[in-house]
Each structure stands twice: as C-alpha cells, then as structure tokens.
C-alpha cells in the first residue's frame, strides 16, 4: 500500500499545546500516543492514563494501543487496547508498574503507541466438532522452547 492508498485518521486534540501523534520514522507501524497529565504510578499498581486524543477511525478499520518497547522493558507494561470504529471518547492507556519503584509520567511523556487496522467482521457459527489440524489440542509448550 502506498502513503497515498493509506486511510486517513481524523483526530481532535483535547490539549493544544501537546503533541497529537508522534511516528519517529516514516514507515513506522504505530504513532506514538502522549500523557494528558503528570502523574505517579507506584510499583505494583495500574493506572489509566489520558492521552490528548479522540479519534474517528475510517470505515473497515479499527485501532489497537499497544506499548512501547522501551517502557516494556523498564517493567512498564501497557495494556492491548482495541477502539471500535465508533468510539469518539478520549483515548486512555491502561498500565501496570512491574518496574519495582514509583514511575513518573509527564504530560507529553509518549506511553503508547496507536496502529490502525483493516477491521475484518467474520461470522461466528457452532459446530458440533472441529475439522482435524496437525496441532490438535496440543497447547502452551507443545511446540517445544
């Protein structure tokens, strides 16, 4: 898909002086999201965090917020969010401190990032057994280290 086959995003600022969307490189797959509000988050809690933005995502598409790997691999762990193409609301980030100290956020801090996606609405239908797959119903370690 080329920058010019791309969806548009439109976005209300909910604080003019703080940055909307931070994307470091041009092909990068999320845009960075920033802090609302300072704020302390103590070790071992979680917190919602403000952003300064609301959305309108495109038709066909839905957005996901994830972390960022730097706060990831401080103990910082952001919640997966996923936003509805119809929320309007502001968008909030739910993290956790696993760091072991207090973590200070400052508004315009970047705490998460936003990647938008192709929404696909599949129908849902019940059977009474699945087809056969080489996996089964192997699960968590089947597939060896």
């Not at 956020?105 to 797959?133: C, K, T």
């Amino acid at each position: 898909m080329s920058p010019d086959d791309s969806p548009e995003v439109a976005f209300k600022r909910l604080d003019n002086g703080l940055p909307a969307f931070r994307r470091l490189y041009p092909n990068d797959a999320g845009a960075d999201l920033v802090a609302l509000e300072d704020t302390i988050i103590p070790s071992g809690a979680t917190a919602r965090l403000a952003t300064n933005i609301a959305i309108a995502l495109p038709d066909g598409h839905y957005a996901v917020v994830g972390g960022r790997s730097g706060l990831n691999s401080a103990g910082i762990l952001t919640h997966l969010g996923i936003i509805d193409p119809g929320f309007r609301g502001q968008i909030l980030v739910t993290t956790t401190n696993l760091s072991g100290e207090p973590f200070a956020v400052r508004s315009g801090d970047r705490i998460a990032q936003l990647i938008v996606l192709p929404l696909v609405l599949p129908a849902y239908h019940e059977v009474d057994a699945l087809p056969a797959s080489p996996r089964g119903e192997r699960g968590f370690g089947s597939s060896g280290r």
